[in-house]
C-alpha cells in the first residue's frame, strides 16, 4: 500500500526529447494502428551512472527517461550550477514486458527496482506530470525528500482516503501514521516483512 503526499497537475505534451533540454518528454515509437501497452519501470544504476545508463539505453531503442534538477553546488572557493538526477541511481524505462531483460546489455545498469515481490511500475501520468514539473522551474520548485517524522500528509488511497495524519516513524519494513481524526495509529506495513 503506497500513499502520495501531493496531486501533481495534468499534462498532455508530446514534445520529442531534445539534447538542450533532457526534461522532456520521451516518446515511444509504436505503430498507432497497432499500440503496444508498455509500462514504465524504474531501473537501479551504479552510482552517478544515471545520464550514461539513459544514453546507452536509447541508443539500443529503448525509451528511457532520466529527470534531471539544475542545482547550484558551494565548494570552498566557488559556486556553480550542477546538473544532478532528480533520483539519484534511478532511471525509468518504457519497454514492454516481455523485452524486460534487454536493458541489462547496457552497462551501469544494476537492476529492476521491485515493490511487494514485483517490478516497480511508474504509471505515465506520473512520468509525465514530472516531466512538466521540471520543463516549468519558474512555476515549480522540485526536490526529492524521504517522509521524516513529524511530516503531514493526506492519505490519497485505500481505506483511509483523504484522512490527514502525522507521520509518527519511518523504518525500512514499515511507516507509522497518526490519523488524528481518528484518535488512531495507522502501520503501514510491507508484506513480508513482518515477523
Request: proline residues 6%; glycine residues 4%.
Amino acid at each position: 500500500m503506497s500513499y502520495q503526499i501531493m496531486q501533481p497537475p495534468a499534462t498532455t505534451d508530446n514534445r520529442q526529447p531534445t539534447t538542450d533540454n533532457p526534461n522532456r518528454k520521451p516518446t515511444n515509437e509504436t505503430d498507432n494502428r497497432n499500440p503496444i501497452k508498455m509500462n514504465w519501470y524504474v531501473l537501479y544504476t551504479k552510482p552517478k551512472w544515471e545520464k550514461k545508463v539513459t544514453e546507452k539505453l536509447q541508443q539500443i531503442g529503448v525509451t528511457a527517461y532520466c529527470p534531471v534538477i539544475t542545482k547550484v553546488q558551494q565548494w570552498s572557493d566557488r559556486k556553480k550550477k550542477v546538473v544532478t538526477p532528480l533520483f539519484p541511481s534511478y532511471v525509468f524505462v518504457q519497454i514492454e514486458e516481455r523485452d524486460r531483460n534487454t536493458v541489462f546489455a547496457v552497462l551501469g545498469v544494476v537492476r529492476y527496482l521491485f515493490w511487494l515481490g514485483q517490478p516497480a511500475i511508474v504509471r505515465t501520468q506520473e512520468i509525465q506530470d514530472i516531466q512538466q514539473w521540471l520543463s516549468e522551474p519558474d512555476t515549480y520548485k522540485v526536490e526529492v525528500t524521504t517522509w521524516q517524522a513529524g511530516n503531514r500528509i493526506v492519505l490519497e488511497q485505500g481505506v483511509f482516503k483523504d484522512q490527514s495524519a502525522i507521520v509518527q516513524e519511518v523504518n525500512d519494513k514499515c511507516y507509522v501514521l497518526v490519523l488524528e481524526a481518528l484518535g488512531c495509529l495507522l502501520r503501514v506495513e510491507r508484506k513480508g516483512s513482518v515477523g
